[in-house]
């Protein structure tokens, strides 16, 4: 058992890996669809360009990959992760993302600083939540992120974040979730988000 943290060449790769072997962790670091496909969960990491990202991802032929097994597994998208599970994203001009979500990620609105760099709050708003149990309302985990999801069905939306405005910080549905922050940046609390998600993988939870 085990799960495939995707690598697509989009950053930080390392220390999603590092953080998930801290909680005891199965992951296996690939580009190989059939690691992928052979997996019991995925986490999909990014920093960076949204475009880049899914160039990166069709020149890796990983991009079908990822969108079928989505729809298949426990799947955790972290920052740009996440925001390449809908449908668009304006930065550097409209462009398609892997269109899980109806929705569009848009430039933070003006009036902050931005990037939105560094701990910030979460406002839980679905405490049902299995990837955020332990984890109270108020709790800070660490953002680096010019750009927002908004998502059109916003009963996906899981917590949010007071950057100004609410600026969604997580979502879900069924076995999909997303994360605008870093947890594998986020010292212990991350770390229990993380370990949630291992457990829900493992059947734990």
């Given at each position: 058992m085990y799960i495939a943290v995707v690598n697509y060449?989009?950053?930080?790769i390392k220390s999603v890996e590092?953080?998930?072997?801290?909680?005891?962790?199965?992951?296996?670091?690939?580009?190989?669809?059939?690691?992928?496909?052979?997996?019991?969960?995925?986490?999909?990491?990014?920093?960076g360009a949204f475009k880049d990202a899914v160039k990166n991802l069709k020149n890796l032929n990983l991009l079908q990959t990822v969108k079928e097994n989505a729809g298949k597994k426990l799947?955790?998208?972290?920052?740009?992760?996440?925001?390449l599970l809908f449908e668009h994203s304006m930065e550097d001009g409209k462009s398609e993302g892997l269109g899980l979500f109806e929705g569009i990620s848009e430039k933070i609105p003006a009036g902050v600083k931005i990037?939105?760099?560094?701990?910030?709050?979460?406002?839980?708003?679905n405490r049902r939540s299995r990837i955020f149990s332990g984890i109270d309302s108020g709790e800070n985990f660490y953002f680096v992120h010019s750009y927002h999801v908004v998502p059109k069905d916003k009963n996906i939306?899981?917590?949010?974040?007071?950057?100004?405005?609410?600026?969604?910080?997580s979502i879900e549905y069924e076995?999909?979730?997303?994360?605008?922050?870093?947890?594998e940046k986020s010292s212990s609390r991350g770390l229990v988000l993380l370990g949630n998600f291992w457990d829900m993988v493992r059947g734990k939870k």
């Open positions: 060449n989009m950053g930080n590092n953080a998930f072997k801290k909680i005891g962790a199965e992951v296996r670091v690939t580009s190989d669809s059939k690691v992928i496909d052979s997996s019991d969960g995925i986490v999909l990491p990014g920093v799947f955790l998208g972290i920052c740009l992760g996440m925001q990037p939105h760099m560094g701990w910030n709050q979460i406002n839980i708003v939306i899981s917590s949010v974040t007071d950057y100004g405005t609410d600026i969604v910080s076995n999909i979730y997303g994360v605008q922050f870093h947890p």
